[in-house]
């Protein structure tokens, strides 16, 4: 009985962890509405979650009352994310820079990107809306370990939202990886469509976000 109690607080501290990923920072009521079960059982699990530094939380003021608990990620929390070898990608990058130099590692990128960017276009619809082949970009993606989500900016647009970055290590000492995505993307999607990045984890975002829209020439 007790093994089947720990698995099951686990499935549930699994779960607030990966909600708070995805959303960012939230209350406990937000998160038990989310999850199946009431706001004190998830403060319980909040508070075994920041007992190992997993979890912590800002004071938001509220109108009436206390100040409510925003409960968000620690950098600790980045753990139970894919991260796709860091310490390997890291060393390589070093190894290739110190060996080829930087123009033998823009080459590498440049590889890496066309293979991307084949990759992604066998695997895209070649018939569809925006919408569609944004969709099964951010399917391809979450594959990858992005934890990928299509949204609606305020204006429509549509929004290619990466909650995680699974090379972040590699990308944080090689700019060139951040640059080239966004290149995938746009020569994924062709000229008719623009793709920018709102918002990058590098830059000291929660997340990274695309904005892809039509271009003038095709409307």
């Known amino acids: 009985m007790a093994f089947k109690k720990q698995s099951t607080d686990a499935k549930s501290r699994h779960r607030i962890l990966e909600f708070l990923k995805i959303h960012g920072a939230q209350?406990?009521?937000a998160i038990g509405d989310e999850?199946?079960?009431s706001a004190m059982a998830v403060r319980q699990h909040l508070y075994a979650l920041q007992n190992e530094r997993l979890v912590t939380y800002r004071d938001e003021p509220r109108p009436i009352g206390r100040p409510a608990k925003q409960w968000y990620l620690t950098e600790?929390?980045?753990?139970?994310?894919?991260?796709?070898h860091a310490a390997l990608a890291q060393d390589l990058i070093a190894s290739l820079t110190k060996t080829f130099g930087a123009s033998g590692l823009d080459k590498l990128?440049?590889?890496?990107?066309?293979?991307?960017?084949?990759s992604y276009?066998?695997?895209m619809p070649k018939r569809?809306?925006?919408q569609t082949k944004l969709e099964k970009l951010a399917e391809i993606r979450s594959e990858e370990g992005y934890m990928a989500e299509v949204l609606e900016a305020e204006d429509g647009t549509p929004l290619l939202v990466e909650n995680h970055c699974p090379i972040c290590s590699a990308a944080s000492m090689c700019s060139g990886l951040c640059q080239?995505?966004?290149?995938?993307f746009q020569r994924v999607f062709g000229e008719k469509v623009r793709v920018e990045r709102d918002e990058h984890i590098l830059?000291?975002?929660r997340r990274c976000v695309y904005r892809v829209g039509q271009t003038h020439a095709g409307r």
């Open 27 to 29: 209350d406990a009521q």
């Open 35 to 37: 999850i199946g079960t």
């Open 76 to 84: 600790e929390a980045n753990q139970f994310f894919p991260d796709a």
């Open 109 to 118: 990128i440049m590889q890496r990107t066309e293979e991307q960017v084949a």
């Open 121 to 123: 276009q066998s695997r």
């Open 128 to 130: 569809g809306s925006l």
């Open 180 to 184: 080239a995505e966004l290149n995938v």
């Open 203 to 205: 830059s000291g975002a």
